[in-house]
């Protein structure tokens, strides 16, 4: 008697056979899918963010084709990918730049701020608009919750370079006691002298210009 095959195999080869084979032919098949597949394209965008006043600069995206974009308006953005460099510019809708950056930009520290306080000539003492504009100071400076205030003194050319060195200081350090008296934390103020090494409005020697008389205070 011959022997009996059990199932419609191919002459030969057991059932089973045929089974391990076609699962090792899928097996390839499959791995020659995904060797073969695309990799996924990637694709930035960049958004030209306006500063506290509205107001932005300019910047130029290059793609990787050699396209050249000029950005120059708030908000203004470009898609830039890796097979297609940068597309069309357009604006983007500010409730979609809430959602894109706002998480990002709330995180953020203050920026600096900068306040010029200015003094009479040869004197530790403000001007009238400037001592005006102190309380504007002190509560903007409340508000700002900083970490570090940065006093540096000024002078005109007027004296000696060492005297106006001291008096740079002094002034920095009169505007350091209004801040504490204020309710400044001390810890957190910075105090130094220029003199007149930094003038705001270049001057030769012995030259009185109310504008370099002056304390700058900048609040991080």
Not at 37 to 57: N, Y
Not at 183 to 200: A, V, Y
Request: with cysteine; net charge neutral.
């Amino acid at each position: 008697m011959g022997s009996r095959r059990s199932g419609t195999g191919p002459p030969g080869l057991p059932i089973c056979v045929v089974a391990c084979l076609a699962v090792l032919l899928l097996s390839g098949a499959c791995a020659t899918m995904q060797k073969t597949a695309a990799p996924p394209r990637s694709a930035d965008v960049i958004v030209l963010l306006p500063d506290d006043r509205g107001k932005t600069g300019a910047i130029t995206v290059s793609g990787p084709r050699g396209s050249e974009l000029l950005l120059s308006k708030p908000r203004q953005a470009v898609t830039v990918t890796e097979d297609a460099g940068a597309g069309n510019p357009y604006i983007l809708p500010k409730d979609e730049l809430r959602t894109m950056v706002g998480p990002a930009l709330s995180s953020l520290p203050p920026r600096p701020k900068m306040y010029l306080f200015h003094f009479v000539t040869d004197e530790v003492v403000l001007t009238p608009e400037s001592l005006a504009g102190m309380q504007a100071a002190l509560g903007a400076i409340a508000r700002h919750k900083p970490v570090e205030i940065s006093i540096v003194g000024h002078t005109d050319t007027m004296g000696t370079r060492s005297y106006n060195q001291r008096l740079g200081l002094e002034r920095g350090r009169m505007v350091a006691d209004l801040l504490v008296h204020a309710g400044i934390d001390p810890s957190i103020l910075e105090i130094s002298s220029h003199g007149e090494g930094n003038p705001l409005v270049p001057t030769g020697d012995e030259v009185p210009e109310p504008r370099n008389r002056r304390v700058e205070l900048t609040v991080r």
